[in-house]
């Protein structure tokens, strides 16, 4: 019997390490029989390292050592490697030389507002332009990413970095939608989703964020491209109030106390 889960089937399933173990041990026996292949392992490990990541179980800045992640998963090196490549291709981590990964340093007030200015100029347009250019197929597959983040957007843990990872789906799908290149490839070269995610851990973004995207796919499948252009628009602008709020908190957490000045001394000066 071969194992072959997609990515998709791997995270439905929430494939455990007893899983992984099992189906190891099984291989040694008999290769023949079972078959846990590279492709799924590899998505395994990214999926492990992309939840402690948007989660902040891996802090900004804190380096990610290689084999205690094998250890952890109970698989080798090279698709924990594999998976760090992908992290690094989207902005997640950094490759140190002769040191190694390091989780990504936290957005900065002024890149966020910086980020949402560039979004406010394309992403609304580019909605409008995808109501009337999208393919039935692709809003199909809208629909049904609907459903799904309605399904995952309650869930805990993982869920919420495949929820971040629907979300980047949904404005990439938009986008490409639109019929622009250009727009296509600016969207995709920012990386932002996941970083922005990562602010909003422990919050109700993923609740209020539903929403909003099932009224952009709503108007998108409806083909209006002035209800698509003004949910899009609604859409960034809680996104940012929401970005704005979690900075906020992340600040007051880190801000060093007051000093107190000590008392003075009786008969001092």
């Given amino acids: 019997m071969k194992i072959d889960l997609s990515w ?124 009337e250019s999208m393919t039935d197929e692709t809003l199909s597959q809208l629909a049904n990413m609907e459903a799904e983040m309605d399904r995952i957007q309650a869930e805990t843990g993982g869920a919420y970095a495949r929820f971040a990872e629907a979300d980047a789906m949904l404005h990439s799908l938009v986008a490409t939608g639109s019929g ?7 969207i995709a070269r920012l990386h932002m989703h996941l970083h922005i995610f990562r602010f909003l851990f422990n919050t109700n973004a993923p609740q209020e964020a539903a929403q909003e995207h099932a009224e ?17 628009r609604t859409h960034l602008e809680r996104s940012r109030i929401r970005m704005e709020e979690a900075s906020n908190r992340i600040a007051a957490r880190t801000a060093p106390e007051p000093r107190t000045a000590s008392p003075a001394r009786r008969g001092g000066v």
């Avoid at 290769?31 to 948007?54: F, G, I, K, Q, R």
């Avoid at 080798?76 to 030389?97: D, G, M, N, Y």
């Avoid at 952009?216 to 899009?232: G, N, S, T, V």
């Fill in 8 to 131: 998709a089937e791997l995270v439905g399933r929430r494939l455990s390490l007893d899983f992984v173990n099992t189906c190891s041990d099984r291989l040694s026996d008999s290769p023949t029989d079972y078959l846990v292949d590279y492709a799924t392992l590899v998505a395994w490990a990214h999926e492990h390292l992309l939840s402690m990541l948007v989660s902040m179980e891996i802090a900004p800045g804190t380096r990610i050592g290689i084999d205690a992640v094998a250890r952890k998963l109970g698989i080798s090196q090279t698709p924990i490697r594999e998976a760090l490549s992908r992290l690094e291709a989207e902005k997640l981590v950094i490759k140190v030389p002769n040191v190694g990964y390091h989780a990504s340093a936290q957005m900065t007030p002024s890149e966020v507002n910086d980020l949402y200015v560039l979004r406010q100029l394309i992403e609304p347009y580019a909605a409008a332009r995808a109501a």
């Fill in 216 to 232: 952009i796919i709503h108007a998108l499948i409806a083909r209006d491209p002035a209800a698509a252009e003004a949910a899009m």
């Fill in 180 to 186: 622009n290149p250009l727009i296509a490839d600016t």
